[in-house]
C-alpha cells in the first residue's frame, strides 16, 4: 500500500512539507503576512492510502478538489488545442532581441523544410519596458542576456517600437532581400525593415495579420508575459500603471533554504509594480482585449510564484493570489477562448489550488537549458526529463504536463525529442531559424504540422517511483503512455546530475554518468488507465513490441521482461500492441508507423470482418482493417501471410474505392510492410487472409 500526503491550505494560510530534524517531515503554515496570525490548524494536510499510486494521486486530487471548491480537475476542463500541434518557440533562437523579421524567417525555414508550424510563441521582448531611471516613453530594446530584463517594468500595454513600427507587406522586401542573400549564403535576420515614416498600416496586429496570410496553417499565436505584467510588473506613473505600487518581495522562510536562482535573486533584490487587487481585473481586461484584438491567440503566463513574496500588506498570499486569479480565470474566459494559456513557473501550491479553474496547461519542469555555466551540456538534460516525468504525478490531475520546447541540433536533441513524443503534452521546438534537424523532427510531425500525441500524460513505471534516476549510477528512468490501440515504454538513461543537499543547487555528478540497466514489460504500462474500449476490453495474454531504436520486433508474454543496457543519455522506445487471435491460425497487431518515434499513435481504428468486404475477398477470407493517420512505412504482424493488401482514403461521404497495392510480408519476423503517401487524412489500410 502508498500513503500520499499532501500540503493544503486553511483559510489565509497554505501548507508546506519541509525536511525536520531526525529524519521527520515538518508541516509548516504560513499567511506570508506579518498581520495575518493564526496558532492553531485542522485542515491543512490531506492524507490518502491506497494500493494503486496512479490511481492514489489522482484520487487524492479529487478530494482535495472536493473540500476546497476552488479549482477544477483536468478531466473537468478542455485542453487547448494546440496540445495536437506542432510549434515554434522564439526563446531560444532570439532570447530578448526577438522582432518580425526574425519571426517571419523561423517559419519561413520550416516551411520550405517540409513542415508547417501549427502554433507560434512569441517569447520575452515583445513588450514595452523600461528601466526605474529611462524615460518612460523610451523602449529597453538593447536588452540582449536574459536576467537584464528582470528589473524592468512594464510601462505600455502595446508592443515595442520593434513591432509596433512594422509595416504592413513589409515582408515581401524583405523575402525578396532574404532570398538573395540565401542564395550567397550570408542571410541576414537580425536589423528590422520598417520606417516610421510609411503611411501604411503597422503594428503588431498588421504583422500576425501578414504572417498569418503568408504560413496558412498557423493557427495560433501565443505572447509571453508575467502574471504582474513584467518582472518587474508596471511602472508607476507610465501611461499604462494600473495603480501600481512598488512592492519589496520577501522571500518565505522554506525557500531560504532552498537554491539561490537567477530570477528569484533579482526579484528580491528589487522591487515590484504590483497592480492591486481592486485593479487587477481592469488590467488583465485591458492587456488581453488588446492581444485579441492583435490577432493573439493566447498567453505564456510566466514569474506566476512571485504572488507569494508579495503579500505582507494585502492580506497575505492566498488573498492576494485570489483576487489575481480570479481576475485571470475571467479575462481568459471573456478574451482567450477560456483555456487558451500556458502556465510557467507556476509550482507553487497557491497557484495550483486557486489559479487552475480555468488553466488546463500548464509546465512540470524547469526551463529546457540548452546551455550550461559550468560548460557541460549533458546533465541538465536527463535532470529537466526527470522533473518533468515526477512532477506530473501530481500535477497531472489537475492540469495537462508541458513538457517544454527543446532544440533539435542540440547535442541531446533526439533524447529530449523521444520523451515529448510520447510524453502527451504539446510539441514545439526554440530552433534558430535555419538550424534545423528536420529528419529528427519528422519522426515528431507529420506534414500537416500535427502530430501523433499519446492519449494520456506520461508517468514514470511503478518500479522507478522510488528509485533516484539522476544519481544512484543505476536507476534508467521509464514513462509509460497509452495510444488508442497500444501503449508505448520510454526508457531512458538520465543519471549524471541533480540536486546536491551539500551545495543546494542542481549541478553535474559525472562519477554517476555511466551505462545503466533494466528491464522492459507491458506490465510497466497501465492499461486500466486507458479510455479507449478496445483496450479497456483487452484481455490477450500476448504482445507485438517494436523497438524504436533497435528496429526489432517482438512477441512477448505479457510478464516477459526485456533487458537492456543504455548507455548515458540514450533511450529505447517500446511500442506494445496488443496480439489478437483472429482465428485458429491467424494472430494479429497493427504495430503503426515506424518512421515515427510514437509509431503506435498512427493507429486510429481497428476492423475484423470474418467474412471479408465485398469486392475484396471470399467468404472464405478474412480482412484486417486499419486506419492509419500519417505516411511512411507501415507495419503490422500477422502469424500468416496476407493473400492482398489494398488502399483506401478516407472520405466523409464513404469510402474511395481502393486498389491493390505491393507490400512485403517477412515470414521470420511476421511483419507486413507498406509505404503509406501522405493523403492530408487517413488512409485505410486493408489486409486480406
Not at 516610421?196 to 503594428?203: C, I, L, P, Q, V
Request: net charge negative; hydrophobic share 40%; glycine share 8%.
Amino acid at each position: 500500500a502508498y500513503v500520499l500526503l499532501i500540503p493544503i491550505f486553511e483559510g489565509k494560510f497554505r501548507a508546506s512539507l519541509q525536511a525536520g530534524k531526525d529524519d521527520n517531515v515538518d508541516v509548516c503554515v504560513e499567511s506570508g503576512s506579518t498581520a495575518v496570525i493564526q496558532s492553531s490548524f485542522r485542515t491543512c494536510v490531506y492524507m490518502h492510502a491506497g494500493s494503486d499510486p496512479f490511481l492514489l494521486a489522482k484520487d487524492a486530487i479529487a478530494a482535495i478538489r472536493a473540500h476546497l471548491g476552488t479549482f477544477k480537475l483536468l478531466e473537468e476542463k478542455t485542453v487547448p488545442d494546440i496540445v495536437d500541434k506542432f510549434g515554434w518557440c522564439t526563446w531560444d533562437a532570439f532570447y530578448l532581441t526577438v522582432h518580425p523579421q526574425g519571426v517571419w524567417s523561423g517559419v519561413k525555414y520550416f516551411v520550405e523544410g517540409g513542415l508547417h508550424p501549427r502554433f507560434l510563441i512569441i517569447d520575452d521582448g515583445w513588450q514595452s519596458i523600461t528601466y526605474d531611471k529611462q524615460d518612460i516613453t523610451e523602449d529597453a530594446m538593447q536588452l540582449t542576456v536574459a536576467g537584464e530584463q528582470m528589473l524592468c517594468r512594464l510601462s505600455l500595454i502595446q508592443e515595442n517600437h520593434k513591432f509596433r513600427n512594422y509595416v504592413s507587406g513589409s515582408m515581401s522586401t524583405y523575402c525578396k532581400d532574404t532570398d538573395q542573400q540565401e542564395s550567397s549564403g550570408q542571410e541576414d535576420i537580425s536589423e528590422p525593415v520598417q520606417s516610421e515614416n510609411d503611411s501604411k498600416a503597422r503594428g503588431l496586429g498588421v504583422f500576425i495579420h501578414d504572417l498569418k496570410k503568408e504560413f496558412n496553417l498557423l493557427e495560433d499565436v501565443y505572447v509571453w508575459h508575467a502574471l504582474t505584467g513584467y518582472w518587474g510588473g508596471l511602472r508607476p506613473g507610465s501611461p499604462d500603471s494600473f495603480n501600481s505600487m512598488l512592492v519589496q518581495p520577501v522571500l518565505a522562510h522554506g525557500l531560504l533554504t532552498t537554491m539561490e536562482d537567477l530570477a528569484v535573486d533579482k526579484l528580491i533584490s528589487n522591487t515590484i509594480g504590483l497592480v492591486p487587487p481592486e485593479s487587477i481585473p481592469e488590467f488583465y481586461d485591458a492587456l488581453h482585449s488588446y492581444l485579441a484584438k492583435n490577432g493573439i491567440s493566447g498567453a505564456k503566463v510566466d514569474v506566476i510564484h512571485v504572488l507569494e513574496m508579495l503579500g505582507e500588506d494585502h492580506g497575505g498570499r492566498m488573498t492576494l493570489s485570489k483576487a489575481y486569479y480570479d481576475a485571470l480565470s475571467a479575462s481568459m474566459r471573456k478574451h482567450l477562448g477560456g483555456n487558451r494559456i500556458i502556465a510557467s513557473m507556476e509550482h507553487c501550491n497557491d497557484f495550483l489550488y486557486l489559479g487552475t479553474e480555468q488553466i488546463a496547461l500548464g509546465r512540470v519542469g524547469d526551463d529546457f537549458w540548452c546551455t550550461d555555466p559550468s560548460g557541460d551540456p549533458f546533465w541538465l538534460q536527463g535532470a529537466h526529463m526527470v522533473h518533468c516525468a515526477y512532477n506530473s504525478m501530481w500535477m497531472g490531475p489537475i492540469m495537462h504536463p508541458d513538457w517544454d520546447m527543446f532544440q533539435t541540433k542540440h547535442v541531446c536533441g533526439s533524447f529530449h525529442a523521444a520523451s515529448r513524443a510520447i510524453c502527451g503534452g504539446p510539441i514545439y521546438v526554440s530552433d534558430t531559424p535555419g538550424q534545423h534537424d528536420f529528419d529528427l523532427l519528422k519522426k515528431l510531425v507529420l506534414p500537416d504540422g500535427t502530430i501523433l500525441r499519446c492519449c494520456n500524460y506520461a508517468l514514470p513505471t511503478v518500479d522507478c517511483l522510488f528509485n533516484d534516476p539522476l544519481h544512484d549510477g543505476a536507476t534508467v528512468l521509464k514513462i509509460w503512455n497509452l495510444n488508442k490501440y497500444g501503449g508505448v515504454v520510454g526508457a531512458f538513461n538520465c543519471q549524471g546530475g541533480g540536486w546536491s543537499r551539500e551545495h543546494r543547487t542542481t549541478k553535474a555528478f559525472k562519477q554517476f554518468r555511466v551505462p545503466c540497466s533494466t528491464t522492459v514489460s507491458s506490465t510497466d504500462i497501465q492499461w486500466s488507465e486507458s479510455k479507449e474500449p478496445f483496450l479497456k476490453s483487452n484481455t490477450t495474454n500476448e504482445y507485438v513490441v517494436y523497438l524504436s531504436e533497435a528496429g526489432k520486433v517482438l512477441v512477448v508474454k505479457h510478464d516477459q521482461t526485456l533487458p537492456i543496457t543504455l548507455h548515458p543519455l540514450t533511450f529505447e522506445l517500446y511500442t506494445f500492441c496488443p496480439l489478437l487471435k483472429i482465428t485458429a491460425s491467424l494472430k494479429f497487431a497493427a504495430i503503426g508507423l515506424l518512421n515515427m518515434f510514437n509509431s503506435g499513435g498512427a493507429v486510429q481504428r481497428i476492423t475484423t470482418n470474418l467474412h471479408g468486404y465485398e469486392n475484396d475477398c471470399t467468404q472464405e477470407h478474412c480482412c484486417m482493417e486499419i486506419e492509419i493517420r500519417g505516411s511512411g512505412q507501415f507495419a503490422a504482424y500477422a502469424s500468416i501471410a496476407p493473400v492482398m493488401c489494398k488502399m483506401l482514403v478516407s472520405k466523409s461521404e464513404g469510402r474511395e474505392s481502393g486498389e491493390a497495392v505491393d507490400f512485403t510480408y517477412e515470414g521470420s519476423t511476421g511483419l507486413i510492410l507498406m509505404a503509406i503517401p501522405w493523403s492530408g487524412g487517413v488512409v485505410v489500410v486493408r489486409c486480406i487472409f
